[in-house]
């Protein structure tokens, strides 16, 4: 058995992200397990962006182009091409961490001595008093993927320290292995609002692989008022500065 397996650590990335990102790349550089690289998608509208970034971190970063797309399916489009990354070059696990989010620094290795297909660490969502977990339940018999956020109160009653089988808590920090993602990818319907996190829920289920949860870590997100990001106007990521 292979101890420490060899593991992408990715995300798509944005411009519109660019007050955390100095933060979230130094926060990286920090994590302990050792066979890992990095991998990271940017969809900006600025192609430039992206190249500063991988200069400045000596990251590699790819491109989606996000014009005329909605902000999921460019999402879906990102993470597909991580995935893609992951798939190619033969990486037992992927690490996804979007780059609003700050675990600490043996966070992989926290996860991976579950030994689980598919194990993610929970944080919140929504700002000030509209603050709740990520932790919805998904009705995952319904083509178009009806699903609600639960409450904190709620939430809090699964999360008492241990591993936990939930429905859905999002891809942000989550650890995907290689049977996983090599059979599940990333997808998004046309009439559909829900991001392709949500349906890579539903489907992973439907292929009876379990959605498991450290409740015993509570990941910092630095997010912001993401009512700017709709579906389908994005003109407006140019207005974001540092």
């Not at 944080?123 to 709740?132: D, H």
Request: glycine share 4%.
């Amino acid at each position: 058995m292979n101890l420490t397996p060899k593991i992408l650590c990715g995300s798509p990335i944005n411009m519109i992200k660019q007050y955390c990102i100095d933060d979230f790349f130094e926060n990286i550089k920090k994590f302990t397990y050792t066979n890992l690289d990095f991998y990271f998608v940017d969809n900006s509208l600025d192609k430039n962006w992206h190249s500063e970034i991988s200069k400045k971190y000596a990251v590699e970063i790819g491109y989606v182009n996000p014009i005329n797309k909605r902000n999921c399916d460019y999402m879906c489009e990102s993470s597909n091409k991580l995935r893609q990354r992951a798939i190619e070059s033969g990486y037992q696990y992927f690490f996804y961490l979007e780059c609003d989010l700050f675990p600490h620094k043996t966070i992989i290795e926290d996860l991976l001595i579950w030994k689980q297909d598919f194990v993610s660490a929970p944080y919140f969502i929504s700002e000030s008093y509209k603050s709740e977990l990520c932790r919805s339940e998904i009705d995952l018999t319904s083509k178009y993927l009806l699903n609600r956020n639960v409450s904190t109160i709620e939430g809090f009653r699964d999360f008492n320290g241990t591993l936990k089988r939930l429905d859905g808590t999002g891809t942000g920090c989550s650890l995907i292995s290689e049977k996983l993602f090599n059979m599940i990818p990333f997808r998004t319907i046309s009439n559909s609002p829900n991001h392709a996190d949500t349906f890579f829920h539903q489907d992973m289920v439907a292929h009876g692989f379990r959605n498991m949860c450290d409740t015993s870590i509570i990941v910092e997100h630095k997010n912001q008022n993401w009512y700017y990001i709709s579906p389908y106007n994005f003109s407006h990521q140019n207005n974001f500065s540092k």
